[in-house]
Structure formats: C-alpha cells, structure tokens
C-alpha cells in the first residue's frame, strides 16, 4: 500500500457552528412556541420541524455521497495515473 498517501482532514470547533440565521431562526421558532396556547398548533410546529431535520439531514446524506463519490474517483484517477508513470519509468 505504498502507493497511497493519508490526508488528514481535521474538524475545528467552528466547522459545526450555526450561523446568525441559524441563531435568528431558532430564536423566532422558541418565541413561536412559548407564545403558543394550543396543543393543535404546538402539533403543527412540531410536524414541521420533524419535517424540515429530516429534509436537512437527506440534503446532508446526500452531499457526503456527492463528496465521497468525487475523492473516491480523485484516488483512483490519482492511483492510475502513477501506476501509469511507474509503467513507464520501469
């Protein structure tokens, strides 16, 4: 496996920060719901956020296999190409 180099990618601690809309966002929702009498109304919020966690988090499944798709082609293409050098250098 000499042929292979190992990245490292590491996370910092602001890679999983929200933004000020995000902030904003969960702000106006907490407001929303203390200012809220009615269980048919809580119900409703609560469908919506299930809603939209799972919409964001289908969004988030995807875009890792789109990534994962483009570095696994990258590493072969990569691969190929100094199988291809060392072809012709030996």
């Known amino acids: 496996m000499s042929g292979f ?4 990618a590491p996370f910092a ?5 929200g933004t000020v ?9 907490k407001q929303g719901i203390e200012n809220t ?23 988030i499944r ?9 570095e696994s082609e990258l590493i072969s293409r990569s691969y190929e190409d100094k199988l291809k050098a060392a072809h012709k250098d030996g």
């Open 37 to 59: 009498e009615s269980k048919q109304e809580l119900k409703q919020i609560a469908c919506t956020l299930a809603e939209l966690a799972t919409q964001r988090q289908s969004l």
């Open 5 to 8: 180099d190992l990245t490292a």
């Open 13 to 17: 601690v602001e890679d999983f920060q």
């Open 21 to 29: 809309e995000d902030k904003f966002f969960v702000a106006k929702l």
């Open 62 to 70: 995807g875009l890792c296999r789109r990534l994962a798709k483009f």
